[in-house]
C-alpha cells in the first residue's frame, strides 16, 4: 500500500530542495559589493536561469501532486500537526513561486536578458518599467526572510520526525530507504 510520496514527487522533492537552499546564498553573494565582474556575472546567469528552471520544475511538481495526491499522514499524529504541516506546505509552494516570479519581473521589467530562455527564442513577457522593476527588487529582497522562516519551520519539524519521533513521516519523502 501506498504510504507517502510517490517516487517522482520524492525526486522532485529533494532536486528542488538543494537548488532552492543553494539559490539563498548565490543571490546574496553576487550583490556583494567589492565582488568581481566575472564572479559577479557568473553567479547572476546561474541566479536567473536556475530560477526559471525553479519555475519550471515547481509548476510540473503541483501538476504531478493534483495527479497523484499523497497519501493522508498517520492517524498517530495529532490533528493540529496535520494542519500547522498543511498551512507550511502551501506557504512554502507560495513562497517559492513569489520569489520565483518577482524575479522574472525585476529582470524582464528592468530590460535585462534571461540567457536560457533568449537561447530558445522565449522573449521577455512583460514590458520593460522601471519602476515596476524596482517594486519587484524590494519584493525579492524581502520575500527571502519570509522564505528562510517557512523553511527553517519545516526543516525543524522534519528533523523531529526522522530524528526524534521516528514515526515513519519523514519516510513518506525520503527516497533512498525507509526512515
Ligand atoms: C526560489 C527562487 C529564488 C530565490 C530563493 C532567490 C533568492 C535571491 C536572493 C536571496 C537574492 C539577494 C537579494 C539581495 O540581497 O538583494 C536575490 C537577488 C536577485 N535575484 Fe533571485 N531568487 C530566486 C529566483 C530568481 C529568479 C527566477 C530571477 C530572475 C529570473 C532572480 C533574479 C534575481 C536578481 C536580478 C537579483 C538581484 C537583485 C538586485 O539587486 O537587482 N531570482 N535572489
Do not use: C
Not at 513561486?97 to 533568449?118: D, H, K, Q, S
Request: charged share 10%; glycine share 8%.
Amino acid at each position: 500500500m501506498q504510504t507517502g510520496y510517490r517516487r517522482p514527487a520524492r525526486i522532485l522533492h529533494w532536486l528542488l530542495a538543494v537548488i532552492i537552499i543553494a539559490m539563498l546564498p548565490v543571490g546574496g553573494i553576487m550583490v556583494t559589493e567589492g565582488l568581481d565582474r566575472a564572479t559577479q556575472n557568473l553567479l547572476f546567469i546561474l541566479h536567473k536561469n536556475t530560477g526559471v528552471v525553479i519555475l519550471v520544475l515547481m509548476l510540473v511538481r503541483l501538476a504531478y501532486r493534483a495527479m497523484n495526491p499523497p497519501a493522508p499522514l498517520p492517524n498517530s499524529m495529532p490533528g493540529w500537526q496535520k494542519q500547522a504541516a498543511g498551512v507550511t506546505h502551501i506557504l512554502l509552494y507560495v513562497m517559492v513561486f513569489f520569489m520565483a516570479i518577482t524575479g522574472y519581473i525585476r529582470v524582464t521589467m528592468g530590460g535585462f536578458p534571461i540567457e536560457g530562455l533568449g537561447a530558445i527564442g522565449l522573449h521577455p513577457l512583460l514590458p520593460r518599467n522601471e519602476a515596476v522593476a524596482e517594486i519587484a527588487k524590494t519584493l525579492h529582497f524581502y520575500g527571502r526572510f519570509v522564505l528562510i522562516a517557512v523553511l527553517a519551520l519545516h526543516i525543524a519539524a522534519a528533523l523531529h520526525h526522522a530524528l526524534i519521533l521516528r514515526d515513519g513521516v519523514f519516510g513518506r519523502i525520503w527516497p533512498f530507504w525507509r526512515a
